[in-house]
Each structure stands twice: as structure tokens, then as C-alpha cells.
């Protein structure tokens, strides 16, 4: 009988996959505190599950041709900041296409975008090397007055961006150590997972949230998360109690972790990288 043979992926093949499992990961993991997952919409009428899986899926040609141009340019400098700029608008009409015109990943865009660039180029380096990246100007990014920076107006939060220049923090120093102390404790794949996307939530000025609730709605997401964290997680019973409270109060106030979802997605992203070099 005659062997399949598979087409061999390359590296850029490998990080595109990389990056939309990470995005369909995220969007699975249930229960997240008013955000889209199995259960439901969260605190968004025009998102469903299906939706963000058809847009994490309509992303894959854009993360491969970031890491192509990684690839082919070799190092950090404006030619490849402003060809990732282009890929990055051009992913986002890709997204809206497929979507309806909803905003489901502009954030995961960037995020994703700049890691899977920076690991094509320095897969040992990767944060760092996607924060030297967003450091540089595209003189042709757009400035439009987006949620975010409507909230750096209001309330001095830089957001997304800031996120990335600092080499992701929320993910480095929180979501990450959070991921690998809850699997040592054998809290099971999801509820580490969770508990990562917590860890996030507790420090994050997610703009979303700023953008739908204020201070209000910030503060009663990162005290929460950490009530949960402290109750001992999303593995224990304790846990699961301010959780549910959490989800409930976050939907009451409108105020959806947008932000935080895309970094535990970039988490997720590196943690898989790790484990792949
Ligand atoms: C530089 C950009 C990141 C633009 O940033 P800016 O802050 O100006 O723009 P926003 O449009 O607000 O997008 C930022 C998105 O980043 C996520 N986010 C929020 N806070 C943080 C944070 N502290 N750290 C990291 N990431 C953060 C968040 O994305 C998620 O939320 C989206 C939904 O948001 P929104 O549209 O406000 O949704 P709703 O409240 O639901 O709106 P309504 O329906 O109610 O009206 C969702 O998509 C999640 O992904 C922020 O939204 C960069 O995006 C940029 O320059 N883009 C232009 C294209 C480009 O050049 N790309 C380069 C690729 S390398
Ligand atoms: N699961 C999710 N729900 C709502 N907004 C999001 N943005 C990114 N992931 C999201």
C-alpha cells in the first residue's frame, strides 16, 4: 500500500497554524466572564462562537504572509513595521469581510500579528522582539479616533499598543506563570487556562472595558479576577462561586474583556511556541 505523503508546512505555514489555534482556543475556553465562549455571547449582541471561529480562520493567510515578510526582510526595521502595517489593515478588511463588518479580533490582529513576526525572526526572543517592532512609527497607519483612543483621552490609558511596546507584560509577568503554576497543581488544561486569562484581568487597563464601563467597570474587572484567583482558582469550588459573580457583575456593568481575551490568546500562542522549539 502507498504511504500519504504530507505536503511539508513551513515555518511560516507552522506559525500562521500557531496563531489561529490560539485564537480558536480562546474562543472556546467556557466560562469566560462576559466574553464570547461556548456557553453564549457574553456581553455582545452582534458576536457569536461561529463568528469568531470564521474569523480567526479568515486571519490564517495574513499571520503567514507577516511571517513571510519576517522572513524575507530578516530583521526589525521600518520596511518590515510598515509591511506588517499594510498586512495588518488589509487582515482587518479580510475579518470585517467575513464578519459583517463586527470588530471581532482588531486587537488579536496586533497582538498576533507582531508576536507571529517577531517568532519567525527570533523565536527566542519573541516579546522583545515584537515590542522593537511596535516601537517603530508606520508613517501610513491610519488615525482614527477608535475606542482606544477615546479612552486615552478620557482616562490616559494607552492600551493596546502601550502592551505591546513594553514587550506584553500582561502576558510575560501574569498570564504566563499563572498558566504553568495552575497545570503544577493539576488544575486541568481549561481551568489553567482561565486561570491565566485571570491573571491577565487583574493589572490589565483593558480599553474595552474602559470604553463600555469606566473606572467602574475596570475596577470591578481586575478586583474580581483576583477574588477568584484568591478563592483558589477556577479549579475549586470556592473559585467557581466568585467566578459566576464575576461573569454576572461584568455582564451587568456591559463591560467586556476584550483585551484580556486577546492576550490570553497571545499567551496561549507562546506557550505553544515554547513548547515547539
Ligand atoms: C494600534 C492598534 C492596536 C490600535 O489601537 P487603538 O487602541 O487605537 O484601537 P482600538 O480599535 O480600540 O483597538 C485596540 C484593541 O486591542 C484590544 N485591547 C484593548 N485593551 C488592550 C490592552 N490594554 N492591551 C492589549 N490589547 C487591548 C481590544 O481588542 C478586543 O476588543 C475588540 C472589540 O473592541 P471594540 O471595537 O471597542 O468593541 P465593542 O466595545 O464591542 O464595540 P461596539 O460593538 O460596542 O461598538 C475585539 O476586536 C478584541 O480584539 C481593542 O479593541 C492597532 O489595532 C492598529 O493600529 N490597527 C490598524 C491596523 C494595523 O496597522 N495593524 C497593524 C498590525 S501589526
Ligand atoms: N471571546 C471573545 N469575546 C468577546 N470579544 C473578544 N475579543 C477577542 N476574543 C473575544
Not at 505555514?13 to 455571547?41: C, F, H, T, Y
Request: some cysteine; charged content about 20%.
Amino acid at each position: 500500500m502507498r504511504a500519504l505523503k504530507l505536503r511539508e508546512l513551513s515555518l511560516a505555514d507552522r506559525l500562521a497554524d500557531m496563531a489561529v489555534d490560539a485564537l480558536i482556543d480562546e474562543a472556546d475556553l467556557s466560562p469566560k466572564p462576559a466574553l464570547v465562549d461556548r456557553r453564549g455571547n457574553g456581553a455582545h449582541s452582534d458576536l457569536h462562537l461561529g463568528l469568531m471561529h470564521a474569523s480567526a480562520l479568515s486571519l490564517w493567510p495574513m499571520f503567514k504572509e507577516m511571517a513571510e515578510a519576517a522572513i524575507e526582510i530578516g530583521e526589525v526595521g521600518l520596511p518590515l513595521r510598515e509591511a506588517l502595517g499594510r498586512l495588518g489593515r488589509d487582515g482587518e478588511q479580510a475579518m470585517l469581510t467575513t464578519t459583517n463588518g463586527v470588530n471581532t479580533h482588531r486587537g488579536a490582529i496586533w497582538a498576533l500579528g507582531l508576536l507571529t513576526a517577531a517568532a519567525a525572526l527570533q523565536p527566542r526572543a519573541v516579546t522583545l522582539t515584537a515590542a522593537r517592532l511596535a516601537l517603530l512609527h508606520d508613517r501610513f497607519a491610519p488615525q482614527p479616533m477608535s475606542h482606544g483612543a477615546q479612552v486615552a483621552q478620557r482616562y490616559g490609558a494607552r492600551g493596546a499598543r502601550e502592551e505591546a511596546q513594553l514587550g506584553f507584560p500582561s502576558v510575560v509577568q501574569r498570564g504566563l506563570p499563572q498558566l504553568r503554576k495552575s497545570r503544577l497543581h493539576h488544575a486541568g488544561e481549561q481551568n489553567a487556562r482561565l486561570d491565566a486569562l485571570l491573571a491577565i484581568m487583574t493589572e490589565l487597563a483593558d480599553t474595552c472595558v474602559l470604553y463600555r464601563a469606566g473606572t467602574e467597570g475596570l475596577q470591578a474587572m481586575q478586583h474580581g479576577a483576583q477574588a477568584v484567583l484568591d478563592a483558589g482558582g477556577s479549579a475549586t469550588l470556592a473559585g467557581r462561586r466568585q467566578l459566576h459573580e464575576l461573569d454576572q457583575q461584568l455582564l451587568a456593568l456591559n463591560a467586556s474583556p476584550g483585551g484580556a481575551a486577546d492576550l490570553l490568546a497571545a499567551c496561549l500562542f507562546i506557550d505553544r511556541l515554547d513548547g515547539a522549539l
